[in-house]
């Protein structure tokens, strides 16, 4: 791969990845450097993949390397709190979009942060299958084949991720 190849790359899919990888890490800094860890990895996988095939399908690999960085992260985290635990990370900040009433503004960020909240409770598998799907948009064959499950498995954690949301909701008098 080129260097000018590489950069159309990332100029064209930096901002998905980044997206994602701050859903995945909680934490601008850390999706930074996931990201960074993403685009090297695929770098070094650029003989097994062919680019520009089609825009889609390459941010769907890039994301599903990112998916498959983090959970490597995640064990050895696990392994490294298991022998010496560490302070929680913070929130990725959560910013309204422009409104010109304020009220509406309010009401959005508040519901925002708490669904955030909320999926933030989710187990990890069924977390990320909601982010592919509903935030980054992925159909369910695609998120089947990025982490490496049958489509079947990606419909029943979805539907149990919704269930668990919908009740969550009800709980706080949302009604669904």
Not at 68 to 87: G, S, V
Request: proline fraction near 3%; hydrophobic fraction near 40%.
């Amino acid at each position: 791969m080129t260097p000018a190849e590489i950069e159309i790359l990332v100029e064209t899919h930096m901002e998905s990845v980044f997206q994602f990888c701050c859903f995945l890490t909680g934490n601008r800094a850390d999706a930074e450097d996931l990201s960074q860890d993403t685009f090297l990895k695929a770098m070094e996988l650029e003989r097994k993949f062919h680019w520009n095939r089609e825009e889609r399908a390459d941010r769907n690999y890039l994301i599903g390397i990112a998916v498959n960085l983090w959970k490597n992260q995640q064990r050895k985290m696990r392994r490294r709190q298991r022998i010496a635990p560490m302070e929680p990370l913070s929130e990725v900040l959560v910013h309204a979009k422009d409104k010109t009433d304020v009220e509406a503004q309010v009401l959005e960020q508040e519901l925002t942060e708490m669904m955030q909240q909320m999926i933030a409770l989710l187990p990890e598998k069924q977390r990320i299958v909601v982010h592919l799907f509903y935030a980054s948009q992925m159909s369910m064959e695609e998120i089947a084949k990025i982490l490496h499950i049958p489509k079947e498995t990606v419909k029943s954690r979805l539907r149990l991720a919704k269930k668990r949301l919908r009740n969550n909701l009800e709980v706080y008098g949302y009604e669904i």
